[in-house]
């Protein structure tokens, strides 16, 4: 059975401090990783997909990086519209995609 | 325009009844599906549906049922509620090749009274 396991559960920091979360996971046969972001009352956004080790994608503030059993998601200099929850999710043979229970980010001004 | 679409976004409703909620996309994707948010935010999925093939999560109860009236459209049916339903359901839609790069709705609250 796939598992992913994000840490941590909740991250405080000041704008400007930056910092990384952690997606931990098992899979069998990784096809993809995928980062999403998910603001309150609304549904996840689609981030990132990374597809194997050593792999590394960027957007703005953000860069996603991928080894064989953990991804992070690295933040630059956060600023206060990147508090959200950002969610990892693995897609393995089987095809549906995992998700972690999220890491909820909340930047301070 | 919203690419994903959900209705109702908030349903309240007293055990045993049954409810339907309702999903459209306008993005030509050629698969949809319904995921269940519990209290903890995990995000579980409970349906994948393209016009070929309904795969279905073997712990999802069979009181839960997908009907797809065209590609566009995915709503789920929910009999005899139970308390243990409320959560938030997600619809998602993707393209065949990019299975992973979900697009959802904003999500239906439901609560089971």
């Known amino acids: 059975e796939d598992q992913v396991t994000q840490s941590p559960e909740a991250l405080r920091l000041q704008e400007g401090e930056s910092s990384s979360l952690n997606c931990s996971y098992t899979?069998?046969?990784?096809?993809?990783l995928f980062w999403y972001r998910q603001d309150p009352g609304k549904g996840p956004e689609f981030l990132f997909t990374l597809y194997s080790a050593g792999e590394e994608k960027e957007k703005e503030r953000l860069k996603a990086t991928l080894t064989k059993k953990e991804s992070f998601l690295h933040i630059t200099a956060p600023k206060p519209e990147d508090s959200a929850t950002y969610l990892c999710?693995?897609?393995?043979?089987?095809?549906?995609?995992?998700f972690g229970g999220g890491t909820r980010l909340m930047v301070k001004p | 325009d919203t690419a994903v679409s959900q209705t109702p976004k908030y349903l309240v409703t007293q055990m045993g009844n049954d409810k339907s909620i309702k999903c459209e996309q306008n993005l030509g994707h050629d698969t949809m599906y319904w995921y269940k948010q519990d209290s903890k935010k995990f995000l579980k999925i409970m349906f994948s549906y393209n016009n070929k093939e309904l795969i279905i999560n073997e712990t999802v109860p069979n009181r839960f049922s997908p009907k797809s009236p065209d590609k566009a459209h995915l709503n789920l049916h929910i009999n005899s509620l139970e308390l243990g339903d409320s959560a938030v359901y997600f619809c998602?839609?993707?393209?065949?090749?990019?299975?992973?790069?979900?697009?959802f709705g904003e999500g239906s609250r439901l609560t089971v009274l």
């Open positions: 998602a839609s993707s393209a065949r090749r990019r299975a992973g790069e979900l697009f």
């Open positions: 899979v069998s046969g990784l096809r993809g």
């Open positions: 999710a693995v897609q393995g043979a089987g095809n549906m995609l995992t």
